[in-house]
């Protein structure tokens, strides 16, 4: 089974990176790293605003990644959709990885450090998952929309958590509302997997709460309907 799963898995890389929205991707890279260079100018500092601007726009690019115009046609393939999605991830989040690591050179930058490296870890799993989920409630090929609102709100998050607590509002992957950044953008990436999970769930199977309905206390009893007897 697992040797037939490569096998497909093989087929379908070339198909899925002629579909990539690569024009797009492109344009936005370059995008990225004019904003990255303009934060260092002038002695700045690009990793605590720039950088986080530049990986939100790559998470932005993402969220695209489960768009999949002739869905319609291949739906019904034997092959399975997770399958094809973690192709198609696969592709796009190592394209977005080489963009974000050259980011980090770019000025004053030395590379990446372990913030910024959980930031953007961070936000191309809910990229993915806010893709999957999207994917689940508007057709595929229109869901990419929808996603970036989930990306901008995880990163805006922060002012939010930093507002409510009246702590300085900050972008930098460093600088967390609440705890460390290690601990916080571990919460973040945990939460992202679990939903990313959950969105690619077969809707045929029973839901995770499902035991809950099957305890003998809450099992109801249908009265005994007498049957009557023909002469």
Same mark, same amino acid.
Not at 67 to 88: C, G, I, K, W
Not at 137 to 143: A, C, H, M, Q, Y
Not at 149 to 161: E, Q, S, Y
């Given at each position: 089974? @697992?040797?037939?799963?490569?096998?497909?898995?093989?087929?379908?890389?070339?198909?899925?990176?002629?579909?990539?929205?690569?024009?797009?991707?492109?344009?936005?890279?370059?995008?990225?790293?004019?904003?990255?260079?303009?934060?260092?100018?002038?002695?700045?500092?690009? %990793?605590?605003?720039?950088?986080?601007? +530049?990986?939100?726009?790559?998470?932005?690019? @993402?969220?695209?990644?489960?768009?999949? +115009?002739?869905?319609?046609?291949? %739906?019904? %393939?034997?092959?399975? @959709?997770?399958?094809?999605? +973690?192709?198609?991830? %696969?592709?796009?989040?190592?394209? +977005?990885? @080489?963009?974000?690591?050259?980011?980090?050179?770019?000025?004053?930058?030395?590379?990446?450090?372990w913030p910024m490296t959980a930031m953007f870890a961070g936000v191309a799993l809910v990229a993915l998952a806010c893709a999957a989920l999207t994917a689940r409630v508007i057709p595929s090929e229109r869901s990419g929309i929808a996603a970036v609102c989930g990306v901008v709100g995880t990163v805006a998050l922060p002012f939010v958590l930093a507002l409510a607590l009246g702590r300085p509002i900050a972008i930098d992957p460093s600088r967390v509302p609440v705890g460390d950044p290690a601990s916080y953008w571990a919460a973040v990436t945990a939460v992202a997997v679990v939903a990313l999970v959950l969105a690619h769930r077969d809707p045929a199977l029973p839901g995770p709460f499902a035991w809950l309905r099957s305890r003998p206390g809450r099992l109801r009893t249908s009265r005994a309907v007498p049957v009557r007897e023909s002469r």
């Amino acid at each position: 089974m @697992l040797v037939t799963r490569a096998a497909v898995a093989r087929l379908l890389v070339w198909p899925s990176m002629r579909t990539e929205r690569w024009p797009t991707f492109g344009l936005v890279t370059l995008l990225a790293a004019a904003v990255v260079r303009e934060g260092g100018r002038d002695g700045g500092d690009p %990793s605590t605003i720039a950088l986080p601007v +530049a990986t939100t726009m790559l998470g932005a690019c @993402l969220c695209f990644a489960f768009e999949d +115009a002739a869905a319609q046609v291949t %739906s019904p %393939s034997p092959t399975p @959709l997770t399958l094809r999605r +973690a192709v198609r991830a %696969s592709i796009a989040v190592a394209a +977005a990885t @080489l963009a974000w690591f050259a980011y980090t050179w770019i000025g004053p930058l030395d590379g990446p450090t372990w913030p910024m490296t959980a930031m953007f870890a961070g936000v191309a799993l809910v990229a993915l998952a806010c893709a999957a989920l999207t994917a689940r409630v508007i057709p595929s090929e229109r869901s990419g929309i929808a996603a970036v609102c989930g990306v901008v709100g995880t990163v805006a998050l922060p002012f939010v958590l930093a507002l409510a607590l009246g702590r300085p509002i900050a972008i930098d992957p460093s600088r967390v509302p609440v705890g460390d950044p290690a601990s916080y953008w571990a919460a973040v990436t945990a939460v992202a997997v679990v939903a990313l999970v959950l969105a690619h769930r077969d809707p045929a199977l029973p839901g995770p709460f499902a035991w809950l309905r099957s305890r003998p206390g809450r099992l109801r009893t249908s009265r005994a309907v007498p049957v009557r007897e023909s002469r």
